[in-house]
């Protein structure tokens, strides 16, 4: 990776309909603050459309793979299919194992996913979808070697825990690490996956609120990741509006601040760690 980039977004959707009339300038603002960024797919369209973008823009990696919601046909999100999504966000993606074993061979994929568990919207019907497609990104990471980006999202209420039910399945099946995207769970959900070697990434929803502060000082910084979720959960200064990778330099000084770490170590140990996991 070039030295002229000191921060990475490891999680954003520049491959996203809300970015059609002005993603080049989008990624040129990232590359001027130094960003690099990994695009990241949801369903086979979005994650070919990921990789085309990596290929094509030096500070840009790509993630493949099928997102929990998009097992099942309820889910349509404007920002992310556009108007036009509707017909193929409908279909309720059954996962071709080998479309996305050939995807992940590409050098400038870095990472299987997003992929997981997502309790948030459940019904009996997808939750083994959800299960079945989750083992099968698992088997892709495993063929080609490289670490999983996870999507786990717990119920808002009750006591079933995605994250529980996601480490049993990565404990026996994963022979990869990776990272939980926008990490959501308490300490003792943190833990197990923290003893497996894998790290956490944070939002710039951590620039207005401190509900995420306990779990980001007992994680240590060598285990932090930061990342935007662009178009979603843009930081302080943008809040309710598009976000952009260029607005990770937020959550880091953020993370700083919460840790009691000087911004630019947070930076410099955060790059190394997203080296060491995606090989960027
Ligand atoms: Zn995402």
Same mark, same amino acid.
């Given at each position: ?12 959707h520049?491959?996203?309909a809300?970015?059609?009339s002005?993603?080049?300038? $989008?990624?040129e603002?990232?590359?001027? /603050?130094? $960003?690099?960024?990994i ?18 823009h030096e500070?840009?990696?790509? /993630? ?9 046909? *309820?889910?349509?999100?404007?920002q992310?299919?556009g108007?036009?999504?509707?017909? !193929? ?6 996962v071709?194992s ?12 870095v ?43 717990n ?6 825990s /995605?994250?529980?039910? /996601? ?15 926008? !990490? ?11 003893d ?39 930081p302080? *200064? ?7 990778p ?23 140990? $955060?790059?190394d ?6 090989r960027?």
């Amino acid at each position: 990776m070039s030295k002229s980039f000191s921060y990475i977004d490891i999680h954003g959707h520049l491959n996203f309909a809300a970015y059609d009339s002005d993603r080049e300038e $989008v990624i040129e603002r990232a590359r001027e /603050a130094g $960003v690099i960024m990994i695009t990241v797919g949801t369903q086979i369209d979005t994650s070919r459309k990921a990789v085309e973008l990596a290929r094509t823009h030096e500070n840009m990696y790509a /993630a493949i793979g099928l997102h929990p919601v998009h097992t099942t046909s *309820s889910h349509h999100d404007m920002q992310e299919l556009g108007e036009g999504g509707k017909d !193929f966000t409908s279909r309720g993606e059954a996962v071709d194992s080998q479309a996305y074993v050939d995807l992940a061979r590409d050098p400038k994929v870095v990472a299987i996913g997003e992929c997981g568990l997502d309790y948030y919207r459940l019904d009996d019907e997808s939750i083994k979808k959800q299960r079945s497609t989750f083992e099968a990104m698992i088997d892709v990471a495993n063929e080609v070697g490289k670490p999983l980006m996870l999507h786990i999202r717990n119920p808002n209420e009750g006591v079933n825990s /995605a994250y529980r039910d /996601a480490y049993e399945i990565l404990k026996d099946r994963a022979k990869v690490k990776g990272d939980l995207h926008f !990490f959501a769970g308490s300490t003792e959900e943190a833990r197990p996956f923290l003893d497996l070697g894998y790290s956490f990434s944070f939002t710039g929803v951590i620039t207005f609120t401190h509900d995420y502060d306990e779990v980001i000082r007992f994680i240590p910084l060598d285990r932090l990741m930061t990342e935007t979720d662009c178009p979603y959960v843009a930081p302080k *200064s943008h809040r309710g509006k598009r976000n952009e990778p260029a607005y990770v330099i937020e959550t880091v000084k953020a993370l700083a601040a919460i840790k009691s770490i000087p911004e630019d170590a947070v930076a410099k140990q $955060v790059m190394d760690n997203a080296e060491r996991l995606f090989r960027v």
